[in-house]
């Protein structure tokens, strides 16, 4: 960073990470500014509602910032490697969708076949946009570092930059020499080594979804009964996928039973066996131990599902009042 960035982060407000001297990059945002707003009109934080361009400071929270992650980030070694995330073509060849997810908590979570990736706004190539709205809380600063750090980690090659204006990643206007002299200038504002000027959660590049999800149902620091059973990402919503994914594993346990006590049924059928002692009181034994698994792991299913079933009731009753009431509330305000 140059003399007068660092004059300026004495004096409370950070330089632009960019260049502003890249022409077609300036035309193209100056003409973006002009004829459309870079935030949409209306989104949602929880249950309550938000006007990106009438609260863009809130907003700029919601679009960059990562608490989840931050908020276990001393057991993310548990769910990534402190490396750059693999390029875009390189995910492709390792057989992932490329998932858009406007949720920067879930920028570069992968999850079997699927990796989930933030587009890159068009606020983050603008260094007037900068200037104004970023430099001026350290959070906000680095978090959008971080972002256009993942950037620079995704998007390597030009076919690269193929693959991310397919997918919607990057906007079909931007052209490879354009993006080189963009991360030129940006990777120029970067120490790289020590990466202290982006936010803690870049220090890890790609994250798995199954870890993040036991992370954050077990450990104490975000450990609650709506992330025991939600986990970090909840999938779908329905009791068949939820049992899928976590008892799954009952299925291949009752086919190695099945595979033992017809060995043994088979084994009790021979003369040499059918007198055998030992023998026969391992197989007593082990079927009766098979048929308390299986009474065992059905009323498991029962009371989990028993369970789930009273939790969904209850949050939904309890945020049903919760938001009646801020209604009446501000109903009875004005």
């Known amino acids: 960073m140059d003399g007068h960035g660092i004059r300026e982060e004495v004096l409370g407000k950070l330089s632009p990470p960019i260049s502003r001297t890249n022409p077609r990059m300036m035309e193209v945002s100056s003409t973006r500014r002009k004829f ?12 309550q509602f938000l006007r990106p361009n009438r609260d863009p400071g809130t907003y700029l929270a919601l679009d960059l910032m990562t608490p989840r992650l931050n908020a276990i980030h001393q057991h993310l070694w548990l769910a990534g490697l402190p490396n750059a995330a693999r390029p875009l073509h390189r995910q492709k060849l390792l057989g992932r969708n490329i998932s858009v997810t406007e949720d920067p908590d879930e920028h570069l979570v992968w999850f079997e076949a699927q990796i989930f990736i933030k587009p890159l706004s068009d606020f983050l190539l603008d260094y007037d946009y900068w200037n104004d709205n970023l430099c001026s809380d350290q959070e906000l600063y680095k ?35 354009n993006w080189v002299e963009f991360l030129d200038g940006f990777l120029d504002n ?57 008892f ?61 079933f009273w939790y969904c009731l209850i949050s939904t009753w309890s945020n049903d009042r919760a938001v009646n009431r801020g209604i009446r509330t501000t109903v009875s305000s004005l």
């Not at 459309?36 to 249950?47: D, K, L, R, V, W």
């Not at 959008?144 to 620079?152: D, I, K």
């Not at 998007?155 to 991310?164: E, M, P, W």
């Not at 080594?193 to 954050?216: A, D, M, P």
């Open 143 to 177: 978090s959008a570092c971080g972002l256009l750090l993942s950037y620079a980690w995704l998007v390597r090659h030009q076919s690269d930059l193929d693959i991310a204006k397919e997918s919607g990643l990057l906007s079909k206007n931007m052209e490879w020499i």
């Open 36 to 47: 459309e707003s870079f935030h949409p009109a209306i989104t949602f934080q929880g249950a």
């Open 190 to 246: 970067i120490n790289l080594s020590t990466l202290s000027q982006v936010n803690q959660r870049y220090k890890y590049g790609e994250l798995r979804l199954s870890r993040l999800n036991t992370i954050y149902r077990v450990i104490p620091p975000t450990y609650s009964i709506k992330n025991f059973v939600r986990g970090y990402k909840s999938g779908s919503t329905w009791y068949n996928a939820f049992f899928e994914r976590h």
């Open 248 to 308: 799954k594993w009952m299925l291949a346990v009752f086919a190695v039973l099945s595979v033992f006590l017809s060995a043994l049924q088979v084994g009790l059928a021979t003369r040499m066996l059918q007198d055998n002692g030992p023998f026969q009181r391992v197989s007593y034994g082990f079927a009766l131990a098979s048929v308390i698994a299986v009474v065992g792991s059905i009323a498991l299913v029962f009371f989990v599902w028993l369970g789930l």
